[in-house]
């Protein structure tokens, strides 16, 4: 039997009783849910963070830069949960394979922030090849094939998230495609 006073036991009693509501409390902010069809796309970081991306904010060939989603009617921005950042970049359309020009709307494109090797989220951007390097563990991911692996650890391509131009501004147009995060066995 446990050497627990009833004390101990009525705490842990509790303790357990109120864990499913503190978690379900934690997913239901708004802030960790992940981006969502209608949201705006607002930069996640520098001078500009939490403005709207317009088109124009992202140069033709390049570089990415880093967005949070932002919910339409409450501004909530999404930036509960790393999983949650992700990569913008605009490129030639004619540059994209079918694949990624067919979810490409004039070559925007948006993919987790998360490299799915180790779960790093910094980016070089090779602007000759035009890749999305991980300077973690050197993987590259060609975005102008729908973020397939080229070198590297990775064996996954970046999640997609699906995004349209709606008044100049970047808005999300469905969920994730494919599981976002690391691969960490």
Not at 49 to 59: F, Y
Not at 97 to 121: D, K, M, Q, V
Not at 159 to 179: I, M, S
Request: with cysteine; hydrophobic share 35%.
């Amino acid at each position: 039997m446990c050497p627990c006073s009833r004390r101990d036991v009525l705490r842990a009693a509790l303790a357990l009783s109120l864990a499913p509501s503190l978690a379900s409390a934690q997913s239901a902010d708004p802030r960790n849910a992940s981006p969502q069809p209608g949201d705006r796309l607002v930069h996640s970081t520098g001078p500009n963070k939490g403005k709207p991306i317009a088109s124009g904010d992202l140069p033709l060939g390049g570089p990415h830069i880093t967005a949070y989603a932002q919910h339409r009617d409450s501004n909530v921005i999404r930036d509960g949960s790393r999983l949650n950042e992700v990569l913008l970049l605009r490129l030639d359309p004619q540059d994209l394979s079918a694949a990624a020009r067919a979810n490409a709307p004039e070559g925007y494109l948006a993919f987790t922030a998360i490299c799915t090797h180790g779960g790093c989220s910094d980016w070089a951007w090779d602007k000759d090849r035009k890749m999305l390097k991980c300077p973690c563990h050197d993987s590259q991911f060609d975005p102008k094939d729908d973020a397939r692996v080229v070198d590297g650890p990775a064996t996954r391509r970046l999640p997609r998230l699906p995004v349209k131009v709606e008044n100049d501004a970047l808005v999300v147009a469905g969920t994730f495609v494919g599981r976002v995060g690391a691969d960490l066995t």
